[in-house]
């Protein structure tokens, strides 16, 4: 176990590693698709993804992006998009 702030759960790295190793898993795929140009597949995988672990499935931006993609508020047609 590693020191944590007050306050705040206490971080296992086992945890945090299991959940790197989901995010860049749940990434690596969504970039499949924004290199075939296909970017509403890309963020729908990326949240399908993201949904499947316990480990992240929390995560606000999950729901936010599900929301603006069915409100059409998130613009699908980029020039160029960070792969960052």
């Known amino acids: 176990m590693t020191p944590s702030a007050p306050n705040e759960p206490p971080v296992n790295p086992d945890y945090a590693d299991q959940r790197a ?3 860049a898993w749940s990434k690596q795929r ?18 399908s993804d993201m949904s499947k672990s316990p480990l992240t499935a929390k995560n606000e931006a999950i729901g936010l992006g599900t929301r603006l993609m069915v409100d059409s508020a998130l613009p699908l047609q980029c020039a160029s998009i960070s792969k960052a």
């Open 30 to 47: 969504a970039l499949e698709y924004v290199d075939l140009g296909q970017l509403e597949t890309a963020l729908t995988s990326f949240f």
């Open 21 to 23: 190793e989901h995010l």
